[in-house]
């Protein structure tokens, strides 16, 4: 789990690209970004209309028909409660991508706003928002996320909860980063000098400049929540069976490991490769707006 | 035949701004036991014609020309050869001891493994030698120094170590890239003339590569100047201070402060920059600066001629 | 020195007041009574109440919260409910089992990623270089329990060369203790090498431009020892610090890990608490957890400091 807690704690993995960048690398980095990018609205689009397509529904049980291979009726077969496989790994996208991206959202407004007004006022304010940060950050993430989850009681809304309080220090830390680095500059100075208010310097000037960053690491945030919820759901401490959720499925493959390896490592597969595609949008975008390394 | 000789040496550097030609076509030889000033500004070339020689350019960099040393051409040696060669034949001293010495390892661990990568001596004899070697440098208690690292010496002590691992394996050809650059004023001299005193006692070829023409003055048999990535002048040390040729080497000499001026005298300078050396000029390089230069001079580059005794320099219009 | 540290030691305390509070809050202030919990089927308001009142849960609750950090600093974790066993005694049996763990990833993640940052820094925007780092790159995105299910399938599923799950005691029979651990360290392993590549690799391209380096060459030493000597060695600090750091961090990916292969650590211990609701032992588990990773973090912290004097300076 070395990615998610890397991530969550330092910010981000940030590795100055010391070689000069040849416009050959350059310009592969570019197709593989809008792979990635193509790839995130694929899924995207499959969870949207996944109860539109007419395919079986993903809790439909049947018994007679478990592990079956591919068919007409049933495109990657059944697993092994006889439910349909393509069907569940569309729903399972559905609720992958939904708690991977709602619970950075709670991180990104409660983080994002913590940070900034730390950033920006600086004083008592600061230094309690950063020791908070730091007794937060003082547990191990999954540990903090499963003990939560055990008292509150396994939901998908609990979960989103969960992972998304655990974000929170970490768009903290960016965001009040961003905004010290930001503050000083003559932009904030001038906007101080015509007699601007907090409140207008902090939304007018300082927010549009704030974004950027805030956001290459909320992508971020979503592939390290896909994966928390992955593991949270494959330990079956997540989102609750029979709701189909990529971990689970991947937690119920692993039963059938030597006679339909496939169970496994088709959720698998989708799991890595959006997991994958957000991390290279999020550090293609990271990498744009920050060319400074050690900025964090 | 000369112990050190470069055949139309070049090299440029690949830029975002277009080639960069550092060195442009040098020609040089030094026989063994000579020492070698070149004095030039900074960005002249000196320092990569320097790493040329030792064969230490960045991997981007392109050669062209050949490297003579004692009959081979040594760019054309394969990494094991090379590798055989650099200590016992060629050695450098840096600029700064500072960032030529390894932080985290002791004096006695870079001093040793030189001689053990070269010499077939044991640990204890390695050892031994070392302690010689820095006593040989002037540095005071060399058994503890052995086991200290850079950082608890003083500058001047680093240089003499860097010193000392450069004689390690006696080499015939020692490179000293300006090597009290970074130095207090007060520790320059001695330096330079440790340097010269071990080069005379061992009878070693040195190339001393300066921005100072003060360093060079009586401690060096001949002394080439370079501009633009060219050698424009080269004499017998006392040949040169006396009567220089080129222009830009008369600016030069003009440029040392004169102890016995008055007070409040301007110092002379040489006005305008160097050119640009990703462009290249069809004429002499230093005519835009230069005082004397008409209207031929901006047209063709003047070549390396023969005046007299070994005497050479690059002017259509020679003092 | 010893000023730097008693600063620091001090400045640790209020973290792990706060630790203890969380910890606390999150136990006593979320839904699902404990008193319920222990009754389970025989929870009649009667019983709940004499319970509640025996377990001091009627007191109020900073009280309480006073009470059970009393408990703690005296070394009373508490006893579980369902075991009878304390806290203590639980996590005492279990450590060694995660530390080998952790420690036997840290150790394959360091012999798989040194070799190639080094070798990769050595070529640095060249062909091995760009795809090990395209690959270091991708492993990040490799959950642990993704590269678990892949190395069971194919190490034990397929091969038949190593055990899926089990557990044997070192000093029972270690080669069966080793082979046991193995697939799970190389499954944390494979998240903790690009990692430790990175910032080895980048590290070693800035010392590899060093004056120093050239140096060496120009003495005529050979490339192996150019390069694991006098660029290895000021190349890793920051590495050294990685993976202090990592080792304590390995706990998250560990209790999945101990899940998949049934090893008795205490991830395994964590998780058995949560799917039988042993509040207790989950309490005991997460404090001493956390209170292990900011000891763990200020150790490195002072191994820093120790490793290089600027910071020692900078900071005090």
Request: with cysteine.
């Amino acid at each position: 789990m070395a990615v998610l807690d890397a991530t969550l704690d330092t910010g981000l993995i940030a590795v100055p690209a010391a070689e000069p960048a040849t416009s050959r690398t350059r310009r592969r980095a570019g197709t593989l970004f809008w792979i990635a990018l193509a790839w995130i609205g694929l899924v995207v689009v499959a969870a949207a209309v996944a109860n539109l397509l007419p395919i079986p529904s993903p809790t439909d049980i049947d018994m007679l028909g478990r592990r079956a291979g591919p068919s007409g009726e049933h495109w990657l077969g059944t697993d092994g409660l006889g439910r349909d496989e393509f069907s569940r790994l569309l729903f399972g996208a559905r609720i992958s991508l939904g708690v991977g991206v709602l619970a950075p959202i709670i991180g990104l407004a409660f983080g994002g706003t913590l940070g900034m007004l730390a950033g920006y006022f600086r004083g008592r304010f600061e230094t309690l928002v950063a020791g908070g940060v730091d007794v937060v950050l003082a547990f191990p993430p999954l540990v903090l996320a499963m003990a939560v989850t055990a008292y509150l009681g396994q939901s998908i809304p609990n979960l989103i909860l969960v992972l998304g309080f655990l974000g929170i220090p970490a768009f903290t830390r960016v965001a009040r980063a961003a905004t010290l680095s930001l503050t000083p500059r003559e932009f904030v100075t001038a906007a101080r000098a015509i007699g601007a208010s907090h409140a207008r310097i902090l939304l007018r000037e300082l927010l549009p400049n704030v974004a950027l960053p805030l956001m290459a690491f909320f992508l971020l945030g979503v592939a390290v929540t896909i994966v928390v919820e992955g593991a949270l759901s494959f330990l079956g401490l997540g989102v609750p069976p029979p709701a189909p959720s990529w971990g689970i499925m991947i937690g119920e493959g692993r039963e059938s490991l030597d006679v339909a390896p496939m169970l496994a490592f088709l959720p698998a597969i989708a799991m890595f490769l959006t997991v994958l595609a957000f991390n290279l949008i999020g550090d293609t975008l990271r990498a744009l707006t920050d060319p400074r390394p050690g900025a964090l | 035949m000369s112990l050190l000789s470069l055949e139309g040496l070049t090299v440029d550097l690949p830029t975002p701004r277009g080639n960069l030609r550092a060195v442009d076509g040098v020609d040089l030889a030094l026989a063994a036991g000579q020492t070698l000033g070149i004095v030039g500004e900074s960005g002249c070339g000196k320092t990569m014609l320097s790493r040329a020689i030792l064969q230490l350019l960045p991997k981007r960099a392109r050669v062209g020309g050949r490297v003579m040393f004692e009959g081979q051409d040594i760019s054309k040696l394969r990494p094991d050869a090379l590798r055989r060669l650099r200590g016992p034949a060629l050695a450098v001293v840096f600029q700064d001891p500072m960032t030529s010495l390894n932080p985290v390892l002791t004096i006695g661990t870079q001093l040793v493994e030189t001689l053990q990568a070269h010499l077939a001596v044991d640990g204890r004899e390695a050892v031994r030698r070392g302690v010689e070697l820095l006593a040989a440098v002037g540095i005071p208690a060399p058994e503890q120094r052995m086991g200290q690292y850079p950082h608890q010496l003083s500058g001047g002590m680093r240089q003499r170590v860097a010193i000392a691992i450069a004689l390690s394996c006696e080499p015939r050809l020692l490179i000293a890239d300006e090597p009290t650059t970074a130095l207090d004023v007060t520790v320059q001299a001695q330096i330079l003339d440790l340097l010269a005193r071990e080069t005379r006692r061992r009878h070693m070829a040195m190339i001393l590569i300066t921005h100072d023409l003060g360093v060079v003055a009586g401690r060096t048999d001949e002394v080439a100047v370079m501009y633009a990535g060219r050698i424009v002048e080269r004499a017998p040390t006392r040949a040169l201070f006396h009567g220089p040729r080129m222009p830009y080497t008369e600016a030069l000499l003009a440029a040392i402060p004169k102890l016995d001026s008055a007070p409040h005298t301007r110092l002379p300078t040489i006005e305008g920059r160097p050119p640009d050396p990703t462009r290249r000029m069809p004429g002499c390089a230093f005519a835009p600066r230069c005082r004397y230069a008409e209207g031929d001079c901006v047209v063709g580059k003047p070549g390396l001629g023969p005046v007299d005794a070994g005497h050479e320099f690059a002017c259509w219009h020679p003092r | 020195m010893a000023g730097f540290l008693s600063r620091r030691l001090l400045g640790l305390l209020p973290v792990l007041l706060a630790v203890s509070l969380l910890t606390f809050a999150i136990a006593s202030l979320l839904p699902g009574d404990l008193a319920y919990v222990v009754l389970g089927d025989q929870a009649t308001p009667e019983n709940v109440a004499a319970l509640r009142h025996d377990m001091g849960l009627d007191q109020p609750i900073a009280w309480r919260y006073l009470l059970w950090l009393g408990h703690v600093l005296e070394g009373d974790l508490g006893r579980s409910f369902r075991t009878g066993q304390t806290v203590l005694t639980a996590v005492t049996e279990r450590l060694p089992v995660s530390l080998q763990l952790m420690v036997v990833a840290e150790a394959i993640g360091l012999l798989i990623g040194i070799p190639i940052a080094i070798l990769c820094a050595v070529r640095a925007g060249g062909a091995f270089d760009r795809f090990m780092t395209g690959t270091a790159f991708s492993m990040l995105s490799v959950p642990s329990f993704l590269s678990a299910i892949l190395l069971i399938y194919l190490f034990a599923v397929e091969l038949h060369w190593l055990p899926a799950t089990g557990y044997t005691p070192f000093l029972e029979d270690p080669i069966d203790n080793l082979r046991g651990f193995l697939l799970p360290a190389f499954t944390l392993a494979l998240g903790e090498w690009p990692v430790l590549m990175r910032v080895l690799r980048s590290d070693m391209i800035a010392t590899l431009q060093e004056d120093y380096i050239a140096m060496a060459k120009a003495k005529g030493l050979r490339p192996a020892r150019i390069l694991w000597v006098h660029a290895l060695k000021p190349s890793s600090l920051t590495l050294v610090t990685v993976t202090g750091i990592n080792i304590g961090r390995l706990i998250g990916g560990a209790v999945i890990v101990e899940s998949i292969f049934a090893l008795p650590g205490l991830g395994r211990l964590l998780i058995n608490a949560i799917y039988t609701r042993d509040l207790i032992i989950l309490q005991g588990v997460v404090l001493l957890v956390a209170t292990g990773f900011v000891l763990m973090n200020f150790l490195v912290d002072m191994m820093y400091a120790a490793l290089d004097p600027r910071i020692r300076h900078g900071r005090a």
